[in-house]
Every structure is written in C-alpha cells, then in structure tokens.
C-alpha cells in the first residue's frame, strides 16, 4: 500500500436483499442460519475462486491430496489458528465436525455424508477422509465445509436445534454486537488468525451491518440514497437509478458467471420426448429480448453448452457449432415454425393452435416461481414466443415449494430453472444429466428436472471423477457437451448474473469489473466474501469515522 | 252477559311468562296471570289498563302470535292451544283477526293497498281462485264497507300516502277481509288523531252491527272504553282485578285501582281536583314481583294479606267480579 | 304519541320497491350519488367496452409486450409502456374488467351470504340466532386481512377471482351483523305480526314482508363489500400473494413496484392503476354517502335555507 | 268587516309576562315552505296556565320553540314579535338569549325519554344549568340539585341515577327539575305528560300546580287532549292548521265554544262524566300546511261552512267575541254583527 | 359490569375459534403442506436429513384429535413452534420482538386517526357547511379511497427520497442501541415512525370523520340537544358533553369492530416502510411458506386485536352509563 497506513475503523453496511427479521442463529449448519453465520462467523478449509476457474485459496486448511488409490483426501490445516475464545483450533475440530454429521445427518448441509465412511486425525494438523468411492473432485466437497470447535460443541446435546447465540468461532466477524428484527451487527474477532499489511489482526474494518429491507423497494431506496456500502440486491434499471444518482461513488458488476438458468421440460411426456420438438421450440425463443427485458440486460444469452463464461476453459467449441448448424439455440421464428410442420405440430381443429401430430390438442404450461419477477418476465416473453409460433402456451406462476416439488416429482409441462454454477464444469452436467439422481420414489435431485438421461453421458461422468488426468477428463467433458446439444435435454438461456454493487463513499478494496480479484458479491455462501472482506479498508480517517 | 248467551272465544287461566336476559342472568317477566275473560259476538269487551299492565299480551295470545305459558283459549267451544297444525292455525286465523296499535307500523310501506287487502283474501280462499276481478271487486267492496271512498283511488296507494286515519281503516278492512268473528283491536285509536278518533271507534261500531263480530278492545283509555264496549275489564301488573258492565264500572268501581284510575281521569267539568284521591307509589316491575297483589304497595286500603296472597275473584249477582279482599267471598 | 305519528309521515320510510320512482328521484337529485354513479358507470364502460377500446393483440393478452420498456406516454402509448414493454393503458382497461367483476362478484357473494345468515338469525331467533350471532362475532373480531394472508399463503396460485373468493368466505360477517339487527327490528315490527295473524307462511314473510324493507341496506352493504373486495384485491395482489400474470390493478402496481416505478420515475406505470382504484372505491362510496342521506334525510346537506 | 282584530303592537298590560304577536314560522321543504305558524297572536300573563290545545301538526312545539328560538333549520320565523317582559326575544343576541334562556323562560319537552341525555347523570344535567347560569359553588349546586328534586318529589339518593335507571315518571319529574332550577318566570310545557299513564300524568299535574302556587311562575301548557287542558289551564288557545282560531278562559270554553272545530273538537272527546252519548267527531283530516286551504283553513271540514263561498275565499281574524273571548271564524263575525245591530 | 363480564366470555370464545381455526388452517388446505414445506431441502440435502428435519419441526403422523390436543398443550405454554425461515427459533421468539413495533406504531397511529376523526366529524356536523364540513371531509373521503400501500409509497418516495424529510424505512436508526433510557434513541424511533404513522392516519381518518360526522348529525336531532341549548348551555358544553360524547359511542364499537381491518391496513404500511412490525414478518413468513410462523403471526394479531376490543369495551362503559 505505498507505505502509508492502511486506515483501521468503521462499519461497513451491507445489504444482501434479505427481507426476513433477523433472528439470533449462529449455527451454520442450521437450515437458516442468520447471514454470515457461515462465512464471516466460521469460515471454510477452503475457498475456490470462482472467477479464477475455480481454484482453491487455502484458508484453514493451507492444501489438500489424494492418496494413490484416490480413495483418501488429505488435508492439511494452517497452524496458529484460535477459536475466539483462545483455544487452538486443530485437526481434532475438524474431525469433531465430520463426525457430528454422520450422528446428525441434518446437520449435512452440503450432502457430504454418501461420499466418505470416516474421517481420521493423522496429527494436530492433518486430516484424512476416506472416501466411499473415487471421486477426484472430493476436494471442492469437503474444503467447503466450516470446522466446528469441538470443545464447544460437544457438550451440546441437539446440535440441530442449537441457535449458539454466542458462538465460538475463528472468524473474522465472530464478535456478536446487535441481532434483532432489523439488524445485524457482527464486529471483528480480535485475536483473528491472519495479519493485515500493518501486521495487526484482520479485518481493516470494525463491524459489518445487515440492515433487514422487507422489500426489493426500500432496499434500493437505500442503496440509490448511498446509505449502504457493499450490495448485493437485484436493482432494476440499475444504470437509471442507482448509477445516476451518483456515478463517480456508484459501481456495479454483475458477473456472469452463475449457473445457466435454462428452459427445463418433461422428457418423459409427449411432446418434449420429441426432439425435433424440442429443437423447435430452442428456434422460437427471443434470448435477446429474455436477456435485455426479462434480465434487464444484465446478462447475455448463454452459449448453446450450458456452461457460463466461468468455465471458459472447458468450451467445447465443436458443440458450439455443431449447435449453430443445426440451428438450434438462435431466435428464428420462421425456422421454429417450419420445423414444427415439418414434425406434424400443425392445427389440426383449426382453433389456431398448433396441435399434436396424432391430432389431439396441444397446449402447455410454463412454469415459474411468484415473485421471482426477472424469471416471471422472462417466461412472458417466452410464452409469447411460443404463441407466436402457434404453440398454445399459457403461465402457470407458483409458489416456490410447489414449483420445485413439481420440478422434482416431474408434474410439470415446462419451467423456468436454475442450474449449477460451481464448482466445476462437471458439477454442471452431473448436477443435470446423471440418471442416479432420480432416487427410488421418482423424485428427481439436483437438477435432472428434465428426466433426460442417457448411459454414455452417465459413463462419462463416472469416467471423469475416477481419474485425475486432465486430457482423459477434457475428451469426457467434450463428448459430454456434443451430446448436451444433440439431444437438447433442455434449452440453456442465460448465465444466471451475480448481484454486487458497492459504494466508494467510505470504504475501498472492493473487487471492481477491471480487478475481479474474486466474486464481490457479499451473498455468496462460499466464503468469497472473506477474502474481500480481507480487503476491505477505510479511504480515509475521515471516512472511517464518518462509518460508524 | 247474560249466561244463555256462550261466549264465542274465552280464555282461562291464561298465563304469560317472558323469560329475558341471557345465560348468565336471567329474569322472569311475568306479563299476565290467570286471566279470564269472554268475548261474545257482537259484543265489545274493553281490557283497560296502564301501559305494561300485560293487555297486549293477552291479546296476542289470543292471536296466537304468542303462546301461552299455561291456561285456555277457548274458540268455539274447541281449546286452541291444544291444537297447533298449521292447518288448525290458519282455520282460527281465518275468525279471529286482530287490528294493531300503530297503523303506520301495522302496514309494510313497501306494499299497495292492494297487496295488503288481497293476501287475507287468498290465503283464506275468499275468492274464487284465478279470479283476479272478483278479487278486486272483494277489495272495492271492503274499502267501501270501511268508508274508504272512491275506493279506486285508494287500491293503488302505498301506506305512506294515506293519513292515519285511513291507514287504520285499511288495517281494519284487512281484518274484515276473512269475514272473522271476533275482532282483537289493540288499541286501535290511540296513536290517530283526536280529530279522527271517533270516526274509526264509530266505524268499528257499525262493522260490529253489520256482520255481527265479537270485539276485545285494548285501551288505556277509560272514557272510549265506556264509550265503545258492553263490559270493561281492568287489568294491572298482569292482573285482570275487575270486570264489571261498562256504565256499572264507571258509576261504580270497586276495586281500589279502578278507583284510583277513575279519579285521575281529567275532568274538564271541573278544574283540577287536587289530591281527591292520594297518589302515591311507582307501577310495579313486573320481573320482580311478590305473591301478593300487585296494587297492595299503592293501595290507600291496603290490608297484611293483601302483601302475600294475590285475592281470589269475588263474583256479584250481576256477572261483575273483582280481585280484592274488601269483597271477601260469601 | 301523536308527534310520533307526524314525524314519520315527515319520514317515510325509503325503500326501493315501494318508492322506485321516489326513490330513484331521491337519487338522481342527490349530487354525491350521481357523481358517483356517473364516475363508476364510467368505468363499467371501460369494462365492458375494453376489447373495443383497447383492442388486445390476436395473442398474448394486455400483457403482451408491445412496445420498448419504460416508454413515456405518447400518441402510442397513451399511458406509456411498462418496464416489459406492454401497454399500460390496455392494462389499465382489461384491468377494470378484472377489478369490477372481482369486486362485483365477491361483493355479491358476501351480500348473499350475509342476507342468509343475517335474517336466518334475526328471523329465527332462539339457539340457530345465539349460534350464528356467535359466528358472525367471532368472524367480526377476527383480523380480516392477516387472515386472508394467511389463507391466500396457502391456496395454490390464487388469481383475482380467487383472492375474491377467500374475501367473500371471510368478510361477511359485518354487513350480516347489520342486516340481523335490522331484521330483529322488522321482525318485532307490526306489521309482521299482522301478516301472520293474516295466515302468511313463514318464507313469505321473509322473503316478501321483511326483505324488501331492507332493501337501502342490503345495496349500501353491497356497495361497501364491492369497495372493500376491490382494495382487498389490490392490497394482496400488490404484495405479490396473487398471480402476477393476471391482469388487473393490484398487479400493475405489483410490477411497477417491482420495477421501481419511483425511482426510474416511471410514474405512468404507477399513477393510473392507482387512481382508478380510488376513483371506483370514491365512487361506491359517494355512492354510499347518497344511499345513506336518502334514507337519513338529517345527513342531507344544505336543507331548507 | 267591523270586528277588531287583533293589533299588534298594543302596549302590553302590566300583568303580561309574554306577548306573541303576528308570529310566523316556516319549515323551508323541498316541496315548499311548510307555514307551520301563521300570525298567531296570545298573550300569557304572570302566574297564569296558557294552554295551547289542537290537532297534531297543527304548529303548537314550533310556536312554543320559537318563543325561545331554539328552532332549528330548516325552520325559520318569518315574521311577529316575541315579547317578553317588554323585550323583543327576536332581537336578543347570542349572550342575551343565554341568557334570556332558562333565567326567565323553561321548557319541558313532550318525552322526557328523550330530553335527558342518556349519558349523565340526572344530578349533572341539573346541576349544568347552575353552573352555566350562576357563579354557584360546587357545593351549592350539589344543594340546590337535591333540593330540587326534593321540591319534585324524587328520592335525593336518585342524585347521580342515570335516565335510564328512572321510571318514565320520575325522568318526567327530573326534567320539571330542571325547568325549575333557576325559578324562571315562565315555563312552557309541551305536552309533558302524553307518554304517561293516567294515574301518572294527575300526579305530576297536581304536583306542578303546587309549584306554580308556590313560585309563582306562568305556564305555556300545550297538550292535544282537551279534558285535560280544561281542566288545567286559566285560559286556552285552539290551533288549527297553523292558526289561532280561538282564545278563551278554560271554562267558557268548554262550556260555549264559539269557533266550529272547537265545537267539534269538544265533541270528539268521550268521557267518563255525565251520560254516556253518541259522539260524531270531526270528518276529515287536518290540511296539508304546503298548500292550505285557502280562505278559512278549516273551512273543507266545516259543515257550516258558509254557502256564498266568504269561508272559502276570506281568512277570518281573531275577533273579541267577549273581553276575554277571541275567536276567528266569518259565523261568529256575522252573529256578533247581528247582535250589535239589535243591541246598539 | 356485567356487560363486561359477557363481553369478556364472549371474546375467551372468540380466542378459542381463532385458535381452533389456526390449528385446522393448514390442514384443510389442498395438498401436502409439510410436503411442500420441506422440498425445498430436497436435492440440496440428504433424504435422510430431510426426514430427521421433519421430525425435528414435529410433523409426525398422528390423529388430528391428537395432534389438537397437543397443539392445545403447547399453546398454553406458549409454544407456538418452530419457525421454519428461522430454524431453529421458537415462533413465540421471532413474533415478540416484531409485535411491540407494531403495537406501537398500528396503536398510536390508529388512535389518532380515530381521535383527529372523532374531532373533525364532530366540527364537521357542528358546523354544517363550513370550512371542515366542505373542504376537508371531501379530501379525507377521496384519501380513504386510496388503496393504503399506494399512498404509503408516494409518501415513501416523494417525502423520504426525494424531499428527505423522513428517514427511509426502519423502526430507528440502526447506528444506535436500542435502549429506551438514550435521549436519541428514543428520538430516532419518533422520527421514524412519523411517516407510516402519518400514513395510517390520513387514509383511516376519512372514515372516522364520516361517521362520526353522521353520527353527530343524527345526535343534534335528539330533544336532549335542543333542551341542552334551550338550557343555554355554552356552545361548547353542548358540542362536547351533550352531543360528541353520545354521538362516539356507535363510532366505538365500529371502532372495536373494524379494528381487525385497520391492522390489516397497518401491516401493509409497515411493509412498504420497512417498519420491523409483525406485517412484513407476516408478508416474509408466508412468501417463505413458514407455516408455523404464519399461524403464530395470525394468532398473535388476533390475541390482540381481541384485547384492543376488549379494551375498546370497557371506554364504552365508562362512557355510557346504560352499558354498566
Ligand atoms: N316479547 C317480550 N319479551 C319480554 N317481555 C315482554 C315481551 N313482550 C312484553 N313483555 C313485557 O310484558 C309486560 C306486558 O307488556 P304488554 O305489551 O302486554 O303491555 P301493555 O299493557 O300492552 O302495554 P302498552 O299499553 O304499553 O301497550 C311488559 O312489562 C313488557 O315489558
Ligand atoms: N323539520 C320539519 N320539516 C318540515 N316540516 C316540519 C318539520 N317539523 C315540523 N314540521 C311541520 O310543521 C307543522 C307543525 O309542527 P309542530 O311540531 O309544531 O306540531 P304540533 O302541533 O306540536 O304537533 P304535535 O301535537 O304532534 O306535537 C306540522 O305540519 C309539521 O308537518
Ligand atoms: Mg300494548
Ligand atoms: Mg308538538
């Protein structure tokens, strides 16, 4: 920092579009925990970068290694780590924890319990998992998980239910100051384990606030007004409002690169069994306009892979073009039109719908979620291009229980859905085409809403987690691709933008669009936050000050 | 009344209780007590009494509007309260019918006179069925007999275009109109004007003549009572404490309340005679009333039985009674 | 006594059917009810009208979007575009359909489940009274709208027309309440008893004694549920409980909020819904204000003088 | 016509407590100005019962309000000249007519019911008018109210009852309590007993007779039943339709009314007295006062109405049929004509 | 006194409805609740989590005459269960922070709207014609139309953001403590509960106004008016003792009875306002489909809307006599 002092002080204020009152829960693994619970009271082994393809920041553990049978992950822990309340945190923590989920299964937040049988304390400062099967990408699974202290924790009988009011914890914000119905205050941990440039204890900042918003509206009254520092809201027509109330302190990026958010339909029901169908109805849809109006422009049209600009990397330029011969995936009505004539979807009863080639009537419903307003937009555009086509397509807006039970128990025509966006490209297409995920009651997991499965594509996966060498993994994630855009299990749309705004009236060190040093967010789970809240410091005295 | 004469609707013993208030206090209104009276055809029997004294509720029992908590009504020789079909019901309603206190509450506004006059008639089937003109020409004819004329003029109004007087005229032919024999007027005169009084209290006269009908007229006032009816009845607090010829009443009362109510009765003759008779104590709430006789706190004669034993009627040679212990039994 | 006599005649009582022409002369005279008649016959015009004055795209419905977002009003688009690009003044018009007829039909309904219940239990009397009195008082007490919130939290996908309905099964009890006194009131009345001296059937005496002295409450009632039915609806619909692809008022505005309308200034997509929600519920109630001073010519302003 | 009608105007004799003259009064309607009181003119002198006796609707509360000017709208007086003790009471201002109110003049409406405010207590609305009028201390109004309802004859425990814990009596005696609270000069009475009983109704009159003789205050006694104000009053006014038709001593007025719906009027009373005879009552029913009858309002009803059309065409004047006898009928003129021809 | 004592009774009966409603509620609703409650979890948890989850929040299958009585149970130790958005924090917990805003706020607020109505109708029918009659009862009449959020947010928009004049939402500012002994605190809270509070008032007032106003007008008719003036009583003793106070009473009980819908009203304000008031706990627990939450909110609101009745009850007895 050019030798002059970075500022210590002040009180970042934070809002992360969260509507419900604050209630006090500091137990990460409850099923809502109150923010920041996860990634600023505890924190993670590790942190993968998402703009940086994902690569893991060591954090409390410093790496990681696979065994030569891959069937044990290794990690070993940093050192000189303290839980707030003075006790060294070691291998014997993070044992506790793993242990904790296979006696509580609710606690398992992040699905962790089919993949490993025991987890082993090699010494204070290394720990073993052993793995149930190979899975080369454990490491993504397992770093993301925050240590409990056991010495805190074990006494504690219901583990599911424990609010830990004041938690133990070897964050940076561990300190509790105010949590009720409209704040939350969380403040520095004073004997935190990493140095700033001063050489004293992180973070640069005192205290973070939470202030609640019930709405999307007073939130971004707030924001425009430049109350709060670091955002992370959905704002319509951002350039209009929040930029032009002030341009010079006013930022915004919204990063492309969430999972793709795709037009899910029933493979398993006539006509979305149909190919030539589906390609069809890929010709009939505005990306254009679903991205400019449905998202206010704030992403692009996805490529026609289903991966974001994320996982650049792992494009497979082949597909991409082999989808761009075929036509599918590009705004043509007429195309659309003549492709459903051509699979006999033509009016048959002459009530200017378009009707099924056996002659029966044909009409759908898209599904979405109330409230969800950008993807509500986003189908009124799709459904009139469905209708503009003939395609007797109607709205059926649900509630978000329903819409994903619907999703899950395949009791739906067509829907709007997200995907997976981290952390891997495997993730994604694992998350959306691997048949185990269909459990033994027909309940579709993750994201295989759309029930299209096919034994080369789960081979492939297999194949692609069993290994660690990087050329076999690229050919499997190619052929994964190619058959993505063969069979259209469902219809990509748009990557699924990051929210993250920031103010530089008072603080600095936000990750900016020039410098995206990592996702700036402050809503992400993953602990990206931390590293920016790492950096986060005060542009002057004064400024502190004025941040209180 | 002499005896060969029957009565063509008596009641014995009647008795009225209201039971008011709720759940968590209730009370007992007793409203009449063992009341006796008949009503002869062609005669009028006056029920005179103060306001609350329980007239209305004799009557409408008698109407069957209410029924009785226990005693007789007797129509014809058959006791009605035994029978309760609605058969049975609308055959009584068709001979004894009844004329309200306030006539321009007794007819609904929103219905012609037409309408009011034409439902007895259909319901008791006094005109052939379907047909509409001897319908109508039933209801000229009953305007007419109420001196409603030119009866065309009047079919068609509504309530509220009619004075009071013709409201109450309205009332009365509707209660012609099922040809009844005994008419119940409660207090038929006393909201009209005193200009149109007379003419009604006249008109009834003549109907009473014409068709031969048994009157039971209510009224707190004495002097139309002397002036209308054959035999007056004075009830009070739910009691009826004597019956007597009207002329015999008046000339000559002898209970101690009609005493008191014949002397409070303005007299114009003379000038206020002050403290003639002494006034003094509050009507009886009837939800709280002892055994004995109503009047005893009030009474100037008032005897120790008098407080816990309502008397027993004391019958005269000529077919008077009262309820007093100054006329004991022999 | 005889002063009671003269007042009423100075007071007849006021009843539709016994007075239609006095009645609607009372009306037509009374300036509040006229404007109000005037301002909501207006609007069920537009209702009615709507294909014709604002004809809907062969597809796709008033939602359609027809033009660039957030377009200032113009010949075009007369009440501008939404931030979807659709025709705020095509919505505004389909959305008087949906508004009325949500607010006519539930405010129906409510009236005719207050007419059963109210004059069943002014009529009856006795325990069916004591039981549906206890009813309507519960209902009374009850916080109307948190429980439709709550109810409308767990229907599935409840458009207008069911908000409606949840409003009608949950909001009769005030207009039944007043309809049952009013019934206690003509029951004890004389001229009730008199019909049944005369031999009238119980259902006739309801139906044809009793009913139409009530007439002048039954509408005012009426008129307050379809008011109260129509904010109700808009309230909910704003806050996102109803189906935001529904075209009426309440969710106009739910995307002119959702677009921050204020902030963008946008306030075509915000204004015109709003205004119409107030001018119909002004106009019921002027409508009201009417019925009330015809039927209480005390309330009457600038009598005499 | 040589008759003298009344003048308005004429000095007040030194026994006159209240003169009206030429008062009028109208209801402005929709349907058109109702003339409630048309140029009624009466005197009432001290410690004399001016009863007021006629039809229902024929103008005797808006007479007896306007004397005090608590009419309201749509209500207006037109025209006359309310006395009282030399001061015109139309004239008086807002201080002077507080004044005025209550001091020297009371009323006792007809329902007592509905003239207590049902939400304070009996002792509190006596004890206002003390408060209003006089600089009395708490404890002396709280004395002067018990008295009061002593003079009346209610239980001084009843002090702090609400109306509605009263008897119709009672209420009806708390509100002559207040009429009394100031010892007016004058209290008009409209109809303070038709909702009582009989037996009632003697006694709260007997009881009010004693209090005049005792304070000496008039009476502006109005009652539509005659006996009863007969037997009242000094002297009687009958209202017909908004007008004055006679004024006489009590007596000879029963005895030998002049005017025919006096007539008539006396006729329509049954009563318990003296033999029991037919009684025809009058036909008809009293006019609608928008559009009265024209010439003599009574006229329509009269059927000694007078052939050649005078009764229709020609209003009658108040005539002094005696000295203390007024009546306004053109039958009474023609017989006084008559007499004075044979008596010069 | 007995009055009170039915009136008492009556509204024990009410509580026992509503609680009774409460329970069967989500039970009569179509489909699985529960099930859709808790799919949500699906696919990001294990099913065995899931199902340890279910257990945890109680929904075990038994009779519903059981599930009742323990319902029952729990309620009188004040268990209301376990909210779901804010697993693992008993409903009673969440609720008690957010209901004392709100019974700060929906109380003033609806006092004064009633009370300035109260005032303005009895000016209004006391001087006919006038100032307050003609001008400002119109006005009020025409706000009352308005929906309350629209208002609310024009007032939000033009008076906060733009004017500035208003704090933007929240029940105080958030860089103080809460503690009722701080001079700025307290001062804080005022400012900011101004404008929702302005809000409820101008759109309720109109409707107070109005029938207070007929009310009065009904009540100058009555012979105890005229003998009041006829007393010659001041104007202002009349005004205010003889015909305001007997022209409330209707208004009261319209006011106890309506007071169910002016929460309503005032839930809505505290959502555009970002009040911390039970409404927008109430909007979150249902479009988070926290069942429990929802049911514990409801409940509470009509607990209290129950006592304000009762509340409103007892003023009607101090004030007229003939109720005692
Ligand atoms: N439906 C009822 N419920 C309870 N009490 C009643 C009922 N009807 C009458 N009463 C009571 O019964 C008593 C007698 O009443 P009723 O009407 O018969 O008197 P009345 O002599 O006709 O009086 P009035 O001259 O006022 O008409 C009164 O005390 C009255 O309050
Ligand atoms: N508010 C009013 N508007 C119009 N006309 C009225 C009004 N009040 C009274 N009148 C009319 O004024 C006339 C006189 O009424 P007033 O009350 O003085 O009569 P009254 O002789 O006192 O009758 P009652 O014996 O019934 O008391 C009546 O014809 C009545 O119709
Ligand atoms: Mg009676
Ligand atoms: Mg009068």
Redesign the pocket.
Known sequence: QDGTKIPRGGVVVVSEGRQAPFVSNFNPYAPDPTPWAQAGVYEPLMIPNAPNGFELIPWLATGYSYSEDLLTLTFTLQEGVKWNDGEDFNADDVVFTFELFQKFPALDRKATLPYFSSVEKVDDYTVAIHLTEVYTLAHYLFSSVWPLPEHAWSTIEDPVTYTNDTPVATGPLATVKVVNEQVLELCRNETYWQMGEDGLPLPYVDCMRQPVYPGNDPANLATVNGEVDWVANFIPDIESTFIAANPEKHHYYFWPGGGVVSLYYNTEKAPYNDLAFRQALSMAIDYESVTSIGMYGYTNPSEPILLSDAFKGSWNQEAIDAAAEMGIHEYDPDAAEAALDAAGYVDANGDGWRDLPDGSDLSFKVQVVNGWTDWVTSVQIMSQNFQDVGLNASIDVLDFGIWLNNLQTGTYDTSIGWGTGDPTAWDVFRNLLFSDLIGDDGIANAQLWSRWTSEEADQLLVDYVATTDAAAQKAAMDRIQMIFVENLPLIPLFPGPTWYEWTDYRFTGFPTEEDYYIQGSSWTTNGQRLVVLMQLHCISEETCAEAQ | MSENIQPILETRGLTKHFFTGNALSRTVVKAVQDATLQVYPEKVVALVGESGSGKSTIVRMLAQLYKPTSGDIIFEGENIVKHTSRAALLRYRGKVQMIFQDPFASLNPVHKVSYCLQRPLRIHHKAPPGMASALHRQTIELLEQVSLIPAEDYIKKYPHQLSGGQRQRVAIARALAVEPKVILADEPVSMLDVSIRLGVLNLMDRLREMHGIGFLYVTHDLASARYFADEILVMYAGWIVEKAKSEELIQNPKHPYTQLLLSAVPDPSRGLRTAEIEIKGEIPNLANLGAGCPFAPRCSKVMEKCNTVMPPITTFDDGSWTRCYLFPNN | M??Q??IK??RPRVTLRNLLPEWLWGFVRNPKAMLGTFILLSFVFIGLLAPDIAPLPERGGANRMVGRPHQAPDDEFWFGTTRQGQDVFKQVVHGTRTSLSVGFGAGTIIIILCIIVGITSGYMGGLVDELLSLLMNVFLVLPGLPLVIVISGWVDQPGPYTIGLVLAVTSWAYGARVLRSQTLVIRNSEFVAAARVAGEPSWRIVLFEILPNMISLVVSSWIGAVVFVILTEATLSFLGLGNPNAVSWGTSLYWAQNNQALLTRAWWTFVPPGLCIALVGFSLTLINYGIDEISNPRLRSGEGG | MSSTPSQPGQPAESTTLLSVQDLQVE?R?RRGA?K??DHVSFDVSKNEVFGLA????????????AIIRILKP??YITGGKVMFMGHDVRQMNDMELRRFRWRHVAIVF?SAMNALNPVLSVGNQIKDVLRAHTNMKPDETHERALELLRVVGIDTKRLGSYPHQLSGGMRQRAVIAIALALNPEMVIM??PTTALDVVVQKQILQEIRQLKDEFGFSILF?T?DLSLLVEFSDRIGI?YA?ELVETAPSQEIFNSPRHPYTHRLMNSFPTIWGARQELLGIPGS?P??ITPPSGCRFHPRCELALADGTCKQVRPMLIDVSSKHRAACHLVEQQLAVQKETVP | MRFLVRRFLFYLVAAYVAITLNFFLPRLMVGDPVQVMFSKFQGRMDPRAVESLKETFGFVDAPVHEQYFTYLKHLVKGDLGISLTNFPVPVSEVISGSLEWTLRLVGIATIFAFSIGMILGTIAAWRRGKFVDTLILPIASILAAFPYFWIAMLALYYLAHIQGWFPIGHGYNLRLKEDWGDRAYVSSVIEHGMLPMLTVVITALGGWMLGMRNNMINVLAEDYITLAQAKGLSDRRVMLVYAARNAILPSLTGFAMSLGFVIGGALIVEIVFAYPGMGFTLLNSVNGRDYPLMQGIFLMITLSVLAANFFADVIYVLLDPRAR
């Open positions: 005889e002063n006599v003269e005649t100075q | 209801y309607t109702v409630a009181v006629g039809e229902s609707g024929c103008g005797k509360s808006t007479a007896a309000h749509p209500a007809q409209d109809e109005i539509h209202m908004g009293p609608d006062l």
